[in-house]
């Protein structure tokens, strides 16, 4: 949310300042994420990739909308180019097989950022990129 708050009122810019999943999107490599929702401490972003829609839930960022650092999660489909041998939350709240860690580090200091990611499957080391730049 790009806001220029001149307000007089400046509890209301406080407000619309903390609401950055309601219009956080980036290209990525991977096509279109969307910051989602936010859980306790957790931020979920959606993808679709060639046709599969997932879900990226990464850990410690939510609530956090400036001097983002490095964070880690995982991303989850209902299908992919490997299944795991165990199941982590997916889509709609069901459990999935298809799942791998993602890490990812914010460049930009401010809002919207780009950012640097990497991933893997199932419990894999994350080694394959994912980049996002903010629309």
Same mark, same amino acid.
């Given at each position: 949310?790009?806001?220029?708050?001149?307000?007089?009122? =400046?509890?209301?810019?406080?407000?619309? =300042?903390?609401?950055?999943?309601?219009?956080?999107?980036?290209?990525?490599?991977?096509?279109?994420?969307?910051?989602?929702?936010?859980? =306790?401490?957790?931020?979920?972003?959606?993808?679709?990739?060639?046709?599969?829609? =997932?879900?990226?839930?990464?850990?410690?960022?939510?609530?956090?909308?400036?001097?983002?650092?490095?964070?880690?999660?995982?991303?989850?489909?209902?299908?992919?180019?490997?299944?795991?041998?165990?199941?982590?939350?997916?889509?709609?709240?069901?459990?999935? &097989?298809?799942?791998?860690?993602?890490?990812?580090?914010?460049?930009?200091?401010? &809002?919207?950022?780009?950012?640097?990611?990497?991933?893997? &499957?199932?419990?894999?080391?994350?080694?394959?990129?994912?980049?996002?730049?903010?629309?």
């Amino acid at each position: 949310m790009k806001n220029v708050c001149a307000c007089a009122l =400046g509890f209301v810019c406080l407000l619309a =300042g903390n609401s950055a999943y309601s219009d956080e999107v980036w290209n990525s490599t991977y096509g279109q994420v969307v910051f989602e929702d936010e859980s =306790g401490p957790t931020a979920t972003w959606s993808y679709t990739h060639n046709g599969r829609p =997932g879900l990226i839930y990464i850990l410690g960022l939510a609530g956090i909308y400036s001097e983002r650092d490095r964070y880690d999660g995982y991303w989850v489909q209902d299908a992919s180019d490997v299944r795991c041998n165990t199941p982590r939350l997916g889509l709609n709240k069901q459990k999935s &097989y298809f799942w791998g860690n993602f890490q990812v580090k914010f460049i930009d200091s401010g &809002y919207p950022a780009r950012w640097e990611g990497l991933w893997g &499957y199932c419990n894999d080391k994350p080694t394959r990129s994912w980049n996002g730049t903010p629309q």
